[in-house]
């Protein structure tokens, strides 16, 4: 299944949770929940037209996160059809703001906002972000 961006900008990417993403009591591990926000906020650059590792090979950057500060509303369970959301809350020079949302149906899981700084492949110092995407971004 493809993600969708709803008219208000967010780009929504539906997660199945597995049992490798629960603990022994069948309940999403914390942390899982940071994954599956990673694998959206991936999948919403590569509907931009951007892959990680072209951002690599042809920017020399990748996206670190520094940031994340993560409320946990409700338990998710194994086999269960999660909705993660992604919108842009900020962008600077060479950082991205998200806010974030994971969804069952319509009930709120949990919700985060997490930052990313644009950085340079070889030494991690901060680049300001590829003009490719800012473009994108303001469209």
Known sequence: MDGDTES???FCWPVRVYFEDTDAGGVVY????LRFMERARTEW???LGFEQDDLRERFGVQFV???????YRRAARFNEQLM???TVSEVG???LGF????HLANVLVCEAEIRVACVDV??????PLPQEIVAELNR
């Not at 914390?30 to 929940?33: C, K, S």
């Not at 070889?122 to 680049?127: C, E, L, M, S, T």
């Open 45 to 47: 650059l590569r509907t």
């Open 93 to 95: 020079r060479a950082s």
């Open 8 to 10: 208000t900008g967010t």
């Open 65 to 71: 996160v520094t940031a994340a500060h993560v409320d």
């Open 99 to 102: 806010r974030q949302q994971v």
């Open 84 to 86: 993660v959301d992604v």
């Open 30 to 33: 914390h942390a899982n929940y």
């Open 122 to 127: 070889v030494n991690f110092k901060p680049r």
